[in-house]
C-alpha cells in the first residue's frame, strides 16, 4: 500500500483524500504495478470503513498537534526560564556583556570568566587566545601597543609576537562587531567556545597613589580592576607570566593566575623515570603462568597479571629481593592482558664495554642498552650532574659510527643558554663559534681518546684525536631550520633550556636511519620563563613515552667524583 503524501506546511492535518490510498472510484480498474486485494472486488464496503478509519485518523492528529502545542509552549517557557537563572548578570554597557548571547551549550565548570591576558603571555605562546576553552578572553589596549613594539627583530619573542598579531588580525577580518566580541572558534579553533573582546572604550580606573598610572603594568591591573567592578558577579582574572605582576595584583584584591597550559606536567605529577622496580612476590605471583624462550644471548619472558597494564613500551624493569632471583629486563611487546620483557646485555663487565667505557650502576646499564639498540630511534636522558650523560651518548655513537658503521658521523649541539653574563660575540667559523659551548664535549672526548689509545704513544693518541674529530660535526641549532639529517647520530646537550617548540624543530629535522639523544638536567634551567613543567625535555619525555621506538631513562646517582656527589646532595 503505497504512503500518503507528506504534510506541504508544518503540523498541518491530511486531507480525506490523502488516505484514500489508490484515488480510485469503485469498479474502476486498478493500474498495473499497484494490485490491493483488499480493495478489488469488495472496495464499496471498504471505503465506509476508510472514511471511519480517516475520521478516527483526523481526531488522533488534532488531538497530538494540542498535545505538541501545550508541550512546545512548556519547554520554550522552560528554556527561557533556566537561560534566565543561568545567565551572568553583567553590565550592557561593557563589550563583554555580549557573554549572555552566547551559545547554550553545556559548559564543562560552572559559570564562564573573563581572562585579561598580559602581553608576556601572549609572547611568550601566540596560541594562547585559544586555550582557555569555553571562557571569554580579554585584552587591554596597552597590550597590543606593547604587542607592536617587540615585533621587530628575528628573536623567538619577536616571532611570536608577530604570530599573534596575525591570529587577532585572522579574527577581526570574520566581519562581526568588534564591540560586541570576536568568535574565537571563527579560524578554525572548535574547542575554543568563547569570544575575545578589545578595549574599545575608557574604563573608570582607580589605582593608588603609589602605583604611577603611566607604566603598562599599573594600565593593565587598573583595567582588570574597572572590569571586575563592571562584571560583578562574575569573575575577572588576570593572566601573567610576570610573577611580580601577579603579587601586585593579588595585593590590589584582584585575581590572578600564571599561564599553566605550557606546562607538561601539573605539580605534583611526577616525571616519568623509565623504570619500575618489580614486587618482591613477583615470581610467586606470576612464576606461575610465565612463558620462556631463549633467542641469541637474550631470554624472553611472556607475563600476565596485574602488573601488566602499568607497563611501558621500551620500559625498564627490575627485581632485587633477597632470596629471589634478580632480574633486569625492557618491555618489548605489550598485547592486551600479556607483556614480553626481555633481558639486557651487561654492560657493566669489561667484555661488554662501549669505546672502554663499562657502566657502574642499574640506571647506567639500562641506559647503554638503549644507546646501543639499532631499534631504538629516540633517547631521552635526564639526570644530575656528574651522572655520565655525555660521556656514555658519546661512548656509544664513536662505537656505533667508527666501529658499527651504523652512522656516518656524530652531531653535536646544544642551547646557547649562558649562566652568567653574555661575553659577546664570538669570532671564527661556525664550528669555533660553538667552541666555547662545547667543554663538555672536548673533556669527555680527552678521556675517551686517552682510554682507547692504551700505550700507543704520542703518535697514537694524536692519530686517534684526528679521527675522532673527522667524525663530530658541532651545529649551531640557529640553523637547523630545513636541514634533514640521514643516518646520522644527533646529540642534543643542554636540552632543558629549549622550549617545546624549539624541541620539535629539533626532532622533525631527523631522516632515514638517523637516532636522536636528549640529554638534560631538569634543575639548571636558565632560561626565562621556562620551567620543570614546560620545558621541552620534560615535553618529549612526556610525549614519548610507550612509543615502540623511543626510550627514557633517569639517572639518579652520580659518578663523577665523591666531591661532586656530595656537592650535588649539600649545596
Not at 604570530?163 to 566581519?175: F, I, K, N, P
Not at 575577572?236 to 585575581?255: H, Q
Not at 615535553?539 to 621506538?549: I, S
Given at each position: 500500500?503505497?504512503?500518503?503524501?507528506?504534510?506541504?506546511?508544518?503540523?498541518?492535518?491530511?486531507?480525506?483524500?490523502?488516505?484514500?490510498?489508490?484515488?480510485?472510484?469503485?469498479?474502476?480498474?486498478?493500474?498495473?504495478?499497484?494490485?490491493?486485494?483488499?480493495?478489488?472486488?469488495?472496495?464499496?464496503?471498504?471505503?465506509?470503513?476508510?472514511?471511519?478509519?480517516?475520521?478516527?485518523?483526523?481526531?488522533?492528529?488534532?488531538?497530538?498537534?494540542?498535545?505538541?502545542?501545550?508541550?512546545?509552549?512548556?519547554?520554550?517557557?522552560?528554556?527561557?526560564?533556566?537561560?534566565?537563572?543561568?545567565?551572568?548578570?553583567?553590565?550592557?554597557?561593557?563589550?563583554a556583556a555580549t557573554n549572555n548571547n552566547r551559545s547554550t551549550k553545556a559548559k564543562k565548570t560552572g559559570p564562564t570568566k573573563l581572562f585579561v591576558l598580559d602581553t608576556n603571555?601572549?609572547?611568550?605562546?601566540?596560541?594562547?587566545?585559544?586555550?582557555?576553552?569555553?571562557?571569554?578572553?580579554?585584552?587591554?589596549?596597552?597590550?597590543?601597543?606593547?604587542?607592536?613594539?617587540?615585533?621587530?627583530?628575528?628573536?623567538?619573542?619577536?616571532?611570536?609576537?608577530?604570530?599573534?598579531?596575525?591570529?587577532?588580525?585572522?579574527?577581526?577580518?570574520?566581519?562581526?562587531?568588534?564591540?560586541?566580541?570576536?568568535?574565537?572558534?571563527?579560524?578554525?579553533?572548535?574547542?575554543?567556545?568563547?569570544?575575545l573582546f578589545f578595549q574599545t572604550q575608557t574604563l573608570d580606573v582607580s589605582l593608588p597613589i603609589s602605583l604611577p598610572q603611566g607604566k603598562a603594568d599599573n594600565q593593565i591591573?587598573?583595567?582588570?580592576?574597572?572590569?571586575?567592578?563592571?562584571?560583578?558577579?562574575?569573575?575577572?582574572?588576570?593572566?601573567?607570566?610576570?610573577?611580580?605582576?601577579?603579587?601586585?595584583?593579588?595585593?590590589?584584591?584582584?585575581?590572578?593566575?600564571?599561564?599553566?597550559?605550557?606546562?607538561?606536567?601539573?605539580?605534583?605529577?611526577?616525571?616519568?623515570?623509565?623504570?619500575?622496580?618489580?614486587?618482591?612476590?613477583?615470581?610467586?605471583?606470576?612464576?606461575?603462568?610465565?612463558?620462556?624462550?631463549?633467542?641469541?644471548?637474550?631470554?624472553?619472558?611472556?607475563?600476565?597479571?596485574?602488573?601488566?597494564?602499568?607497563?611501558?613500551?621500551?620500559?625498564?624493569?627490575?627485581?632485587?629481593?633477597?632470596?629471589?632471583?634478580?632480574?633486569?629486563?625492557?618491555?618489548?611487546?605489550?598485547?592486551?592482558?600479556?607483556?614480553?620483557?626481555?633481558?639486557?646485555?651487561?654492560?657493566?663487565?669489561?667484555?661488554?664495554?662501549?669505546?672502554?667505557?663499562?657502566?657502574?650502576?642499574?640506571?647506567?646499564?639500562?641506559?647503554?642498552?638503549?644507546?646501543?639498540?639499532?631499534?631504538?630511534?629516540?633517547?631521552?636522558?635526564?639526570?644530575?650532574?656528574?651522572?655520565?650523560?655525555?660521556?656514555?651518548?658519546?661512548?656509544?655513537?664513536?662505537?656505533?659510527?667508527?666501529?658499527?658503521?651504523?652512522?656516518?658521523?656524530?652531531?653535536?649541539?646544544?642551547?646557547?643558554?649562558?649562566?652568567?653574563?653574555?661575553?659577546?660575540?664570538?669570532?671564527?667559523?661556525?664550528?669555533?663559534?660553538?667552541?666555547?659551548?662545547?667543554?663538555?664535549?672536548?673533556?669527555?672526548?680527552?678521556?675517551?681518546?686517552?682510554?682507547?689509545?692504551?700505550?700507543?704513544?704520542?703518535?697514537?693518541?694524536?692519530?686517534?684525536?684526528?679521527?675522532?674529530?673527522?667524525?663530530?660535526?658541532?651545529?649551531?641549532?640557529?640553523?637547523?631550520?630545513?636541514?634533514?639529517?640521514?643516518?646520522?647520530?644527533?646529540?642534543?646537550?643542554?636540552?632543558?633550556?629549549?622550549?617545546?617548540?624549539?624541541?620539535?624543530?629539533?626532532?622533525?629535522?631527523?631522516?632515514?636511519?638517523?637516532?636522536?639523544?636528549?640529554?638534560?638536567?631538569?634543575?639548571?634551567?636558565?632560561?626565562?620563563?621556562?620551567?620543570?613543567?614546560?620545558?621541552?625535555?620534560?615535553?618529549?619525555?612526556?610525549?614519548?613515552?610507550?612509543?615502540?621506538?623511543?626510550?627514557?631513562?633517569?639517572?639518579?646517582?652520580?659518578?663523577?667524583?665523591?666531591?661532586?656527589?656530595?656537592?650535588?646532595?649539600?649545596?
Open positions: 500500500m503505497p504512503l500518503p503524501p507528506a504534510p506541504t506546511q508544518r503540523a498541518s492535518l491530511l486531507s480525506n483524500t490523502a488516505f484514500d490510498h489508490t484515488h480510485i472510484t469503485p469498479g474502476k480498474a486498478l493500474p498495473r504495478g499497484k494490485k490491493n486485494n483488499a480493495l478489488s472486488e469488495t472496495a464499496p464496503v471498504q471505503k465506509s470503513t476508510r472514511q471511519e478509519t480517516t475520521e478516527n485518523l483526523i481526531m488522533k492528529v488534532e488531538t497530538t498537534r494540542s498535545i505538541k502545542k501545550t508541550h512546545t509552549a512548556i519547554g520554550e517557557t522552560h528554556v527561557e526560564t533556566s537561560l534566565r537563572q543561568s545567565a551572568p548578570v553583567v553590565d550592557k554597557s561593557t563589550p603571555v601572549l609572547m611568550h605562546d601566540p596560541m594562547c587566545l585559544f586555550r582557555f576553552e569555553e571562557h571569554d578572553v580579554f585584552l587591554p589596549m596597552i597590550v597590543l601597543e606593547e604587542l607592536d613594539g617587540h615585533k621587530k627583530g628575528m628573536t623567538e619573542v619577536a616571532r611570536n609576537a608577530r604570530q599573534t598579531s596575525r591570529s587577532l588580525d585572522a579574527l577581526a577580518a570574520q566581519g562581526s562587531d568588534i564591540s560586541q566580541g570576536l568568535s574565537l572558534a571563527g579560524t578554525g579553533h572548535v574547542d575554543a567556545t568563547g569570544k591591573l587598573g583595567v582588570v580592576k574597572a572590569l571586575g567592578h563592571q562584571m560583578s558577579p562574575r569573575e575577572v582574572v588576570l593572566v601573567s607570566k610576570d610573577i611580580n605582576m601577579r603579587v601586585k595584583a593579588r595585593a590590589l584584591g584582584l585575581a590572578a593566575e600564571d599561564y599553566q597550559n605550557d606546562k607538561v606536567l601539573e605539580d605534583g605529577d611526577i616525571l616519568y623515570a623509565g623504570v619500575m622496580a618489580l614486587p618482591a612476590d613477583f615470581w610467586s605471583r606470576h612464576g606461575k603462568a610465565v612463558e620462556s624462550w631463549q633467542q641469541g644471548s637474550h631470554t624472553f619472558y611472556r607475563i600476565s597479571g596485574p602488573v601488566v597494564p602499568s607497563l611501558l613500551m621500551n620500559q625498564f624493569v627490575y627485581l632485587e629481593a633477597p632470596g629471589e632471583p634478580s632480574l633486569y629486563a625492557r618491555v618489548t611487546e605489550i598485547r592486551g592482558k600479556t607483556a614480553v620483557l626481555r633481558t639486557l646485555k651487561d654492560f657493566t663487565h669489561l667484555k661488554n664495554s662501549v669505546w672502554g667505557v663499562t657502566t657502574r650502576n642499574r640506571e647506567q646499564n639500562f641506559a647503554m642498552n638503549l644507546l646501543t639498540d639499532p631499534e631504538v630511534d629516540f633517547v631521552t636522558l635526564a639526570g644530575t650532574a656528574g651522572t655520565g650523560k655525555t660521556l656514555m651518548a658519546l661512548a656509544a655513537g664513536l662505537t656505533q659510527v667508527l666501529d658499527d658503521r651504523r652512522y656516518t658521523e656524530i652531531i653535536m649541539t646544544r642551547a646557547t643558554v649562558s649562566v652568567g653574563e653574555d661575553i659577546g660575540f664570538l669570532p671564527g667559523t661556525e664550528e669555533e663559534k660553538m667552541g666555547p659551548w662545547m667543554g663538555a664535549l672536548d673533556d669527555n672526548l680527552e678521556f675517551l681518546a686517552k682510554g682507547d689509545g692504551g700505550n700507543a704513544g704520542e703518535w697514537g693518541r694524536a692519530a686517534t684525536n684526528e679521527l675522532i674529530r673527522s667524525r663530530i660535526k658541532i651545529k649551531s641549532m640557529n640553523f637547523m631550520r630545513g636541514r634533514t639529517f640521514m643516518n646520522k647520530y644527533v646529540i642534543i646537550d643542554e636540552a632543558q633550556n629549549l622550549t617545546p617548540k624549539q624541541m620539535k624543530t629539533l626532532i622533525t629535522r631527523a631522516g632515514p636511519g638517523t637516532k636522536i639523544i636528549c640529554m638534560g638536567n631538569l634543575a639548571q634551567i636558565d632560561t626565562p620563563y621556562l620551567t620543570e613543567g614546560s620545558s621541552g625535555l620534560t615535553y618529549a619525555v612526556d610525549r614519548f613515552k610507550g612509543w615502540a621506538h623511543g626510550g627514557h631513562i633517569t639517572l639518579a646517582r652520580g659518578e663523577r667524583s665523591r666531591l661532586a656527589d656530595f656537592a650535588s646532595e649539600v649545596l
